[in-house]
């Protein structure tokens, strides 16, 4: 959750790197972030929508949102 420079640099280059898990979605409420960050790293579903993200058959979710988003999305994903 979250397609910002920490995302781009750190998070989702290591998911897409590490054996056993599979970049499934990214969401970020920013539509333009949002498709580069689709593009770059080959994501086959991207979101604006919270919601439509965790309905989108993920298993886990990495908070890369800024910090004060945290805990809504914390508390949304956990709820899923």
Do not use: W
């Amino acid at each position: 959750m979250g397609c910002g420079k920490v995302a781009d640099y750190g998070h989702l280059p290591a998911i897409g790197e590490t054996d056993g898990l599979q970049l499934h979605a990214v969401f970020d409420p920013d539509p333009s972030r949002l498709e580069r960050a689709r593009t770059k790293f080959a994501v086959p579903h991207a979101h604006t929508d919270e919601d439509s993200f965790l309905a989108s058959g993920i298993d886990a979710v990495c908070i890369t949102s800024p910090a004060p988003c945290h805990e809504s999305n914390v508390t949304k994903a956990a709820r899923a």
